[in-house]
């Protein structure tokens, strides 16, 4: 408990804990916030949980406060080391049947699917990609955190531009993969 706020149905749910506007996710901490909030144990203001009551209210608990445990407290950089992108050349068995597949990681930035202006005082810093294919007019946004996967392309060479972008669709990143489909054979049916 921190402050007078108790542990209630109002305040507990699988998906998060929200306190001062951060949703926290609780699902793997709720059997120890079940079996903290029992009635022995439990001063008689509060309520006893049970799987499925929604703990998305609160503003002052903490996690670690119903789940009996103090881990170490994160605290906010004052300066981040610049994210990066990190392209690998396509997978060239895939390559040669025509599906591209090029994997990918970052350092200093987690791809996640979440956007906007407050998205940016998350930390340690999150983002997304944006991908552009052949000086494509267009491209499409991914927040998989997976290896990319494109088929259909037609033989020949391709250009692939992979952008890491923040949370309000700013570059921080980017590499330029390039490759060549290579023909296949015509099949007979």
Known sequence: M???QSVSPANVSRRG???GGATFIVAAALPAIESAAQPSSAPPS???L???DNLMNTTNATVADHAGFNPAPVVPLASQPAARLIVDSPLPEQLATGYVVVRYRTENLRI????GPDALRVLPRIGHLH???DDSPWHWLDASGEP???NGLPPGPHKLLIELESPTHKVIDSATVHFEIPQRPASHH
């Open 46 to 48: 509060s309520t006893t």
């Open 131 to 133: 991908i552009t294919v």
């Open 50 to 52: 049970k799987q499925g």
């Open 112 to 115: 996640m699917p979440v956007y």
């Open 2 to 4: 921190l402050g007078d």
């Open 148 to 150: 990319l996967s494109i």
């Open 17 to 19: 804990l929200l306190i």
